[in-house]
T-cell receptor
Framework: NAGVMQNPRHLVRRRGQEARLRCSPM?????VYWYRQLPEEGLKFMVY????????ESGMPKERFSAEFPKEGPSILRIQQVVRGDSAAYFC????????????FGQGTRLTVV | GQQLNQSPQSMFIQEGEDVSMNCTSS?????WLWYKQEPGEGPVLLIALYKAGELTSNGRLTAQFGITRKDSFLNISASIPSDVGIYFCAGREGSQGNLIFGKGTKLSVKP
């Protein structure tokens, strides 16, 4: 997983605050996937981004969640007005150029809403 | 929507034993992947399968893409303590698009 950097590793927010999660894909990779993992569950797809473009956001909740991947800088997953149910591990994945799999996942950000 | 059933949910085995776990889907997949996740870490890809009937090995791990394209299994031979973790299957329907993950099989190995 070396090369896909996520920060912070742990994030604690009070209900109603905003959470910003960052993902820097492997060098030269221009696509990222975001997944959410609830406790004792598998990963659930949220959004697929290319630089400056959202390719598929079918897994994103309709409200409070947004994602971007600017031309410069990391991809950001933003959760506004967090609620307890947002507590989860959020992973991003960086597919190698030309590959068909999200082979490389970051270490994740564990969000706890108190 | 698509669903993946992964079983067993957990396994407690003795070091040296072989392990088998499987996933079945409600729809046909073109890709099956197996990942391992350790506490506090992201999933690590173990084996990728792209063709029905494909059987692929990675060291002591062997996985197969079912002929019906609706199932896959993962075998681990001669388990060792460092095999402990949660194993996830994941599948994709088309050539593009997101992965659907199973709920995982938690493996515990007793030395």
């Amino acid at each position: 997983n070396a090369g896909v950097m996520q920060n912070p590793r742990h994030l604690v927010r009070r209900r109603g605050q905003e959470a910003r999660l960052r993902c820097s894909p492997m060098k030269g990779h221009s696509h990222v996937y975001w997944y959410r993992q609830l406790p004792e569950e598998g990963l659930k797809f949220m959004v697929y981004l290319q630089k400056e473009n959202i390719i598929d956001e079918s897994g994103m909740p309709k409200e409070r969640f947004s994602a971007e991947f600017p031309k410069e800088g990391p991809s950001i997953l933003r959760i506004q007005q967090v609620v307890r149910g947002d507590s989860a591990a959020y992973f991003c994945a960086s597919p190698p150029q030309g590959a068909r799999t999200e082979a490389f996942f970051g270490q994740g950000t564990r969000l706890t809403v108190v | 929507g698509q669903q993946l059933n992964q079983s067993p949910q957990s396994m407690f085995i003795q070091e040296g034993e072989d392990v088998s776990m499987n996933c079945t889907s409600s729809s046909i997949f073109n890709t099956w992947l197996w990942y391992k996740q350790e506490p506090g870490e992201g999933p690590v890809l173990l084996i990728a399968l792209y063709k029905a009937g494909e059987l692929t090995s990675n060291g002591r791990l062997t996985a197969q893409f079912g002929i019906t394209r609706k199932d896959s299994f993962l075998n681990i031979s001669a388990s060792i303590p460092s095999d402990v973790g949660i194993y996830f299957c994941a599948g994709r329907e088309g050539s593009q698009g997101n992965l659907i993950f199973g709920k995982g099989t938690k493996l515990s190995v007793k030395p």
